[in-house]
């Protein structure tokens, strides 16, 4: 699956009210008009899945004030939902990288931070819907702790 370069990610403050938490809220979603299947557990190394964990991350460091960028450093959990495209909701441990966010490295070359204090895991709530035909990607919830 490939879901090309340009995508969109909205505000997730924005879209928490509309969108919900719960999958029960999820009807609401803007310009859906098609009743969503359940989530279903789907494998944390899925490719889809880890595409989706990267756009949370994305997500994450775009609105963090650190010096240094984050990354998925372990996915916990997840399920995908089928809802004009699909919606995954991703349970992601993530860590401190050694790679600065004014240099706009690739995520793919930055290494962990060596240090245990340093490295400092937080654990996310993503979801994250991708509409592969449109090429477009939202994350609707970016919520880390
Ligand atoms: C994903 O993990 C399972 C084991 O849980 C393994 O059998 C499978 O080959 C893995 N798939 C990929 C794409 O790595
Ligand atoms: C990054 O954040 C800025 C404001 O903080 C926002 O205008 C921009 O759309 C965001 N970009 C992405 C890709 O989330
Ligand atoms: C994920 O992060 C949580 C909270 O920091 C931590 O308690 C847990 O051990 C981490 N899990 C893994 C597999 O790293
Ligand atoms: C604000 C900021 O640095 N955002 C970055 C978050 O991570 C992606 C992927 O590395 C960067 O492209 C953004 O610039």
């Given at each position: 699956?490939?879901?090309?370069?340009?995508?969109?990610?909205?505000?997730?403050?924005?879209?928490?009210?509309?969108?919900?938490?719960?999958?029960?809220?999820?009807?609401?979603?803007?310009?859906?008009?098609?009743?969503?299947?359940s989530?279903v557990?789907i494998?944390?190394?899925?490719?889809?899945?880890?595409?989706a964990?990267?756009?949370?991350?994305?997500?994450?460091?775009?609105?963090?004030?650190?010096?240094?960028?984050?990354?998925?450093?372990?996915?916990?959990?997840?399920?995908?939902?089928?809802?004009?495209?699909?919606k995954?909701?991703?349970?992601?441990n993530?860590?401190?990288?050694?790679?600065?966010?004014?240099?706009?490295?690739?995520?793919?070359?930055?290494?962990?931070?060596?240090?245990?204090?340093?490295?400092?895991?937080?654990r996310c709530h993503?979801?994250?819907?991708?509409t592969?035909w449109?090429?477009?990607?939202?994350?609707?919830?970016s919520?880390?702790?």
């Amino acid at each position: 699956m490939s879901f090309g370069r340009s995508f969109t990610v909205l505000c997730p403050l924005f879209l928490l009210g509309v969108a919900g938490t719960s999958s029960g809220n999820f009807r609401q979603l803007p310009g859906s008009t098609v009743k969503p299947g359940s989530p279903v557990p789907i494998k944390t190394n899925d490719s889809g899945v880890q595409k989706a964990a990267r756009y949370g991350v994305y997500t994450y460091n775009n609105s963090s004030n650190d010096i240094f960028l984050f990354k998925e450093s372990h996915i916990n959990k997840a399920t995908v939902q089928v809802v004009r495209g699909l919606k995954y909701n991703l349970d992601v441990n993530i860590s401190r990288t050694v790679c600065s966010k004014r240099k706009h490295p690739s995520l793919d070359r930055c290494h962990f931070q060596k240090s245990k204090k340093l490295r400092q895991t937080f654990r996310c709530h993503f979801e994250v819907w991708l509409t592969p035909w449109l090429q477009r990607v939202e994350v609707l919830v970016s919520n880390c702790q």
